[in-house]
């Protein structure tokens, strides 16, 4: 192989790995961007929405304005601000240590279904419970 074809070759390769180093450095903001909401929103029985996202690989994380939905579960959160010192890159790897977390204005309420039967029909009692944090 010719020097001009090497040197073509090795370009292309270094070319081609920086832009997928240049990718990884940008996924935690591409994912901050709309792309979470959507990867959660699957993977959960309700709706979850943030106003704000501040991923990083190796830093912490933190969503503020969050709200949860789950009408299935009878569940309604507000949080304020949601921290954790685990890392974008151990959470992806699933490690279920999330280290120091911390959440700010959490409101929120629980619905408990009770099943009541008389004679031949039967009805739902609720009760409805709300949390605080101040």
């Not at 001009?4 to 240049?22: H, N, P």
């Not at 959660?40 to 830093?59: D, I, R, V, Y």
């Not at 151990?90 to 490690?95: D, H, K, P, T, Y």
């Amino acid at each position: 192989m010719s020097s001009k074809k090497k040197r073509l070759l090795t370009q292309i390769f270094y070319t081609t790995l920086g832009l997928w180093l240049l990718f990884l450095v940008c996924v935690p903001t591409l994912l901050s961007k709309g792309t979470l909401k959507n990867l959660l929103n699957k993977n959960l029985p309700g709706t979850l929405s943030f106003e704000t996202a501040h991923l990083s690989w190796f830093g912490s994380q933190s969503l503020e304005g969050v709200e949860y939905q789950s009408p299935p579960l009878g569940l309604e959160l507000k949080i304020d601000s949601l921290t954790t010192q685990a890392s974008l890159f151990s959470l992806i790897l699933n490690r279920k240590n999330f280290k120091e977390t911390h959440i700010k204005g959490l409101e929120g309420s629980m619905f408990f279904f009770q099943m009541k039967r008389r004679s031949s029909f039967s009805w739902i009692k609720s009760r409805k419970i709300y949390l605080r944090s101040y």
